[in-house]
């Protein structure tokens, strides 16, 4: 049963445009979230993440918001540029508990930004 | 630091073998984490360990699979015997877990594994 879901396998928007990542969540002792960059034939890299504390991160041309209630977040990308074209993967992790520290991943979306 | 290692970056073997995954963490890092991606189930945690003690293992599918961590530097997964569907690629992933748990971690490579 996946814990952390992320529905649309790809997304594809114009150069210039916003990309908006979804991410949903069932568990609630996840209490941080993270957002990986993935390119092919590499390792995933940390791009923006938010503790349970916050609604809004931001960094850059990149946001992250999270609703608690309804146990979602999303990555917003303004401006999209053809170089973020990758995979995003969204992650969470639980501060507390039987598996404090872990790092449960999402299935990830493919973005391609078209020039 | 040269970020996580790990070896060998491809291997290709026959069902029924032995394959030995490694990983060398960052250095001081406390938390150690091997992954499996795959398309259809993305990227899937198999195992972490805190302190070189195995904390969550629910993720390895199979008795087959088997992790170590004999020491703060170096991991091992073991796949005994392999089949076909153990194809993939597997990343290994570390990150310091003090002061504050809730830290980004960092990641391998991986290595792509071909069971033919």
């Known amino acids: 049963d996946q814990q952390v879901k992320q529905n649309s396998p790809s997304l594809s928007v114009q150069e210039g445009r916003i990309s908006i990542l979804n991410c949903d969540y069932t568990?609630?002792?996840?209490?941080?979230f993270l957002w990986y960059k993935k390119y092919p034939a590499e390792g995933p890299t940390f791009l923006i993440s938010?503790?349970?504390?916050?609604d809004k991160n931001e960094d850059g041309r990149f946001t992250v918001f999270l609703n608690k209630s309804a146990k979602h977040l999303s990555l917003h990308i303004v401006p999209s540029q053809p170089g973020d074209s990758a995979v995003y993967f969204c992650?969470?992790?639980?501060?507390?508990?039987?598996?404090?520290?872990?790092?449960?991943f999402g299935k990830g979306t493919k973005l391609s930004v078209k020039p | 630091d040269a970020g996580v290692i790990q070896s060998p970056r491809h291997e290709v073997t026959e069902m029924g073998q032995e394959v030995t995954l490694r990983c060398k963490p960052i250095?001081?890092?406390?938390?150690l984490f091997w992954y499996r991606q795959t398309m259809m189930r993305g990227l899937e945690l198999l195992i972490y360990?805190?302190?070189?003690?195995?904390?969550?293992d629910s993720g390895m599918p199979e008795d087959r699979f088997s992790a170590k961590m004999p020491n703060a530097s170096f991991s091992t997964l073991k796949i005994q015997p392999s089949e076909p569907r153990d194809s993939a690629v597997y990343f290994c992933?570390?990150?310091?877990?003090?002061?504050?748990?809730?830290?980004?971690?960092?990641f391998g490579q991986g290595t792509r594994l071909t069971v033919v």
């Open positions: 992933a570390s990150k310091l877990g003090w002061p504050d748990i809730n830290t980004e971690a960092f």
């Open positions: 568990n609630s002792m996840f209490d941080y």
């Open positions: 938010i503790s349970s504390i916050k």
């Open positions: 992650a969470a992790s639980a501060s507390r508990g039987g598996s404090q520290g872990n790092l449960i």
């Open positions: 250095s001081g890092h406390d938390y």
């Open positions: 360990f805190n302190n070189n003690v195995p904390i969550d």
